[in-house]
């Protein structure tokens, strides 16, 4: 929770289960998030989720975040 983004790093397996890989996903302000229901501790760490994202151009592992679907199917958007 910083601005003028804020990031979750995640540490998620490669396809073959071979190696895991951390992962860097941009999100929007602070203020933009508050406003579509996140909160600070919303996300934890060690909370299984699934993220749907606009990869990074260079092919590294991150990207900025469309949605996110916790275990217990909520939705986290960051669009309104």
């Keep these: 929770w ?3 983004h804020s990031y979750i790093q995640m ?3 490669e396809t073959d289960g071979a190696k895991v890989v951390e992962w860097s996903f941009e999100l929007g302000a602070p203020m933009y998030l508050y406003a579509r229901g996140w909160r600070p501790k919303t996300l934890k760490a060690g909370d299984k989720i699934s993220v749907r994202f ?5 092919g ?3 990207g900025m975040v469309v ?3 916790t ?3 909520r939705k986290l ?3 309104a």
């Design 60 to 62: 590294q592992p991150g």
């Design 2 to 4: 910083t601005n003028p």
């Design 77 to 79: 958007g960051q669009k």
């Design 54 to 58: 606009y990869p990074l151009r260079n």
């Design 11 to 13: 540490m998620a397996p």
């Design 71 to 73: 275990a217990d199917g």
């Design 67 to 69: 949605d996110i679907v």
